[in-house]
């Protein structure tokens, strides 16, 4: 491959010159669209600006306007105006763009009703009902495929369907949270491919059927996914004209990091081509960077994981370019946008080829000249910090740590008997909690794109385990930074800005008698829409009483032991009076404010120094220590017992009821 020279048009001067500068805008590199278009079609998910998108893309595909409700919110009122103004601005620009459809069926950004969740509505019984679910799923595929199947080259007929990878077993695989497998079972990806098979074939039309789904650089998923295209165009063979399979294209979301596994992408590529009739398409491609700052260092290893990843696009491509002895299998490869953007998909993650102003990044150069590229650069070494200690049953997620993706989640069971829908795989939680008390959760964090945070229950510890009816019911409790959030899921999606650092505060009380899979479970920390660009500073859990808060998670580092109960001497002065003194060891420790007491119920005191106390029959004395925030250490009680001149103390754990 030669590397033209720079400006727009300018001929290939030398076979091995140097790479081109970066830091210029996009006309003057050659387009990505003309530099691919022997070996696979270059096109774009989503909006992006509008210049760049026309000069470097072949195809576009819409990223919100398709999805269902978006098209159907309410049952019946189908709604095309979005997408048909996407298609139209587009092509008004280029008549010669290619469409893609995104997407039919799906478990998110889709209503419930579809799938006749409880409660009943549009008058379905909200039973889950499969005829009435499956009759949902048929006319939303018949009306939006048929409105858009003429323009379309490809579809993502299925959306995600993939929950916990099981190789062995692609329909436990399946997602059974949120979504179609609720009322349909494991038979509803290959229901959605029937109907969009018999809508395109009576129209003659030529669009792919998609699957499509994210984490195919996991060899586990990759496997699910292959059994299953695999398993259901094998039954189907036949019932499509012409020999087509039932599912003819495997989308695979190339949403990436700095810590992806090239060689893995490429091995469940050719995993996927052995299928022999299936084509591979990558979509929503990107490369997520740290958030916070673009280094010199994060931008050269983008570059490098950029060239590494469109070298094994092009030796894998279906076009007639690809000259190696690889499977033909890749017919086309999307980015997830034009330039880098500060808030919304991957903001602030510097994840695609052009920066903020739209100037080239050394992305660009690893995507237009991968074997230079590759040739003139090597990874440098960003690793460094010390990780901070563990807090049992807290994971804390950080993308700029080098993380996947960013958040929290905190384990509040793993006993099957008291938490049916709350698990974990390290057998470690933050605390257990007691059905019916008021816990309060904040979390501290520093927007660096993300600004928008949701609190959400989680079935166990993993990044997408939501509960089905968090899923149902995760935008419907909307917040600001300063309010505290009363419902979990909440959804803090506003008075946050870029780069500012907030304190999410959510109160709830817990509940232990709901249901498996209920709107309880583990406590997840996500930006919001997906974003990864933020970092979690703090993150505590509160036990909140009537008498103090009991602090119970602090991340990072863990609770303070509890101290122990300080030694209390009472005196006898007299029939009626006595004297009480803390011995020295006992007051409050460096790491505690001040200890405090009280007498009969009656205001909490710091305790300074020796008082005399007068005794009678229901006189009753507690002390307690408090840390530097509020938070209760301890407490416990001294009972005065009536008569003679006999004093008894009670030294322990105790309760307000219990020292009165």
Not at 75 to 97: I, R, S, Y
Request: proline share 6%.
């Amino acid at each position: 491959m030669t590397v033209p020279a720079i400006g727009p048009g300018d001929p290939a001067t030398a076979a091995e010159p140097e790479l081109p500068p970066s830091g210029l805008t996009f006309e003057h590199y050659p387009a990505m669209k003309d530099v691919y278009e022997d070996h696979f079609s270059f096109g774009i998910f989503g909006r992006g600006e509008m210049n760049g998108l026309i000069y470097n893309y072949a195809s576009y595909t819409p990223g919100n306007e398709m999805k269902p409700e978006s098209t159907q919110r309410d049952k019946g009122v189908f709604t095309f105006d979005a997408a048909d103004g996407a298609f139209e601005e587009h092509a008004a620009q280029n008549p010669d763009l290619l469409f893609y459809g995104h997407t039919l069926a799906w478990h998110s950004q889709t209503p419930t009703w579809m799938w006749d969740a409880p409660p009943a509505r549009f008058g379905q019984p909200g039973t889950f009902d499969s005829d009435v679910a499956l009759e949902n799923l048929n006319t939303h595929i018949e009306a939006v495929l048929g409105h858009f199947g003429d323009r379309l080259v490809a579809i993502d007929v299925v959306n995600e369907a993939v929950g916990t990878a099981d190789p062995a077993d692609w329909r436990a695989s399946l997602a059974k949270g949120e979504g179609w497998y609720q009322a349909l079972g494991s038979d509803w990806v290959e229901l959605a491919f029937l109907k969009a098979a018999e809508v395109v074939d009576a129209h003659g039309w030529d669009v792919k059927l998609t699957y499509n789904d994210f984490g195919l650089d996991s060899p586990a998923k990759a496997r699910v996914v292959y059994e299953m295209v695999k398993d259901i165009n094998e039954r189907y063979t036949g019932v499509r004209p012409s020999g087509k399979p039932l599912i003819e294209v495997i989308g695979m979301q190339g949403h990436y990091n700095l810590s992806t596994d090239v060689s893995a992408v490429e091995d469940n590529i050719r995993l996927f081509a052995s299928l022999g009739n299936v084509e591979v398409n990558v979509t929503e491609m990107d490369v997520a960077l740290p958030p916070g700052e673009l280094t010199p260092e994060n931008e050269n290893n983008q570059g490098m994981k950029y060239a590494e990843l469109f070298k094994v696009y092009r030796d894998h491509a279906a076009g007639p370019a690809n000259t190696t002895g690889n499977p033909r299998v890749i017919t086309a490869v999307k980015l997830a946008g034009v330039r880098d953007v500060r808030t919304g998909w991957k903001g602030g993650e510097f994840a695609m080829p052009y920066d903020y102003d739209g100037k080239a990044k050394l992305a660009l150069l690893g995507i237009l000249y991968p074997d230079e590229f590759l040739a003139t650069h090597e990874y440098i070494d960003t690793s460094g910090g010390e990780d901070r200690a563990p807090v049992p049953g807290v994971h804390v997620f950080d993308t700029s740590a080098g993380d996947s993706w960013s958040g929290a989640n905190i384990v509040l069971g793993d006993d099957a008997s008291a938490w049916p829908w709350s698990t974990t795989d390290d057998g470690e939680v933050a605390f257990r909690p007691e059905p019916g008390a008021t816990y309060r959760f904040s979390v501290n964090y520093t927007a660096k794109g993300t600004t928008a945070i949701r609190v959400r229950w989680l079935k166990d510890n993993t990044n997408d385990g939501y509960t089905s009816a968090d899923g149902a019911a995760v935008n419907d409790h909307q917040y600001s930074a300063s309010q505290v959030a009363t419902h979990v899921p909440a959804y803090f999606n506003s008075g946050m800005v870029n780069m500012g650092s907030y304190t999410l505060v959510s109160e709830i009380t817990l509940d232990g008698s709901q249901p498996a899979d209920g709107l309880i479970g583990n406590i997840g920390v996500r930006g919001g829409g997906g974003g990864n660009a933020f970092s979690i500073n703090t993150l505590t859990v509160e036990k909140v009483t009537a008498v103090g808060d009991e602090l119970l998670v602090s991340w990072p580092g863990a609770v303070a032991e509890p101290v122990a109960p300080p030694t209390t001497t009472l005196t006898y002065r007299g029939n009626n009076w006595v004297t009480v003194t803390l011995d020295a060891e006992a007051t409050a420790p460096a790491a505690l404010a001040r200890t405090e007491y009280r007498i009969d119920g009656g205001d909490w005191v710091t305790y300074e120094g020796p008082f005399t106390l007068k005794r009678s029959d229901r006189q009753g004395l507690s002390f307690r220590s408090v840390d530097s925030a509020g938070a209760v250490e301890e407490e416990r009680c001294v009972r005065l017992a009536p008569g003679g001149g006999r004093v008894d103390v009670v030294v322990g754990p105790g309760t307000e009821s219990t020292c009165t």
